[in-house]
């Protein structure tokens, strides 16, 4: 789980939260076409309770999101791959984020 926070106000800088908006708003199509595709099929290394799977082609496209049957499996973490076979850019972005002291890791 990730926490952000900022001088006073318990929040990340303004800048990161502007960056965060356009970031969400560039994939949203991305998200919701893994979304879509991954409650419809994929591969489901985890057993989990729904029909959620991980589609590897969408991995870059959806910054990590399409490996959903992963993140059902633990829907607490900030990391969807669950390898470095899976890349994660959201992950990679919360690292960046972590060491650039805008958000902790707990």
């Keep these: 789980m990730v926490h952000r926070h ?7 800088p303004g800048g990161v939260r502007v960056v965060n908006e356009g970031v969400r708003e560039l994939i949203a199509p991305a998200r ?4 879509g595709w991954c409650h419809a099929g ?3 290394p985890h057993a989990t ?3 959620s ?10 910054w990590g999101e399409s ?4 993140h059902h499996a633990q829907p607490t973490s900030a990391r969807f791959g669950d390898s470095w076979r899976q890349p994660d850019i959201g992950w ?11 958000a902790r890791l707990r």
């Design 42 to 44: 994929g591969r489901r």
């Design 67 to 70: 490996w959903h049957n992963n």
């Design 53 to 62: 799977g991980n589609v590897a082609a969408l991995a870059l496209i959806s």
């Design 92 to 102: 990679w972005v919360v690292r960046v984020f972590v060491a650039l002291g805008w």
């Design 6 to 12: 900022g001088p006073g106000s318990g929040t990340a």
């Design 49 to 51: 309770a729904e029909h």
């Design 32 to 35: 919701g076409a893994a979304l």
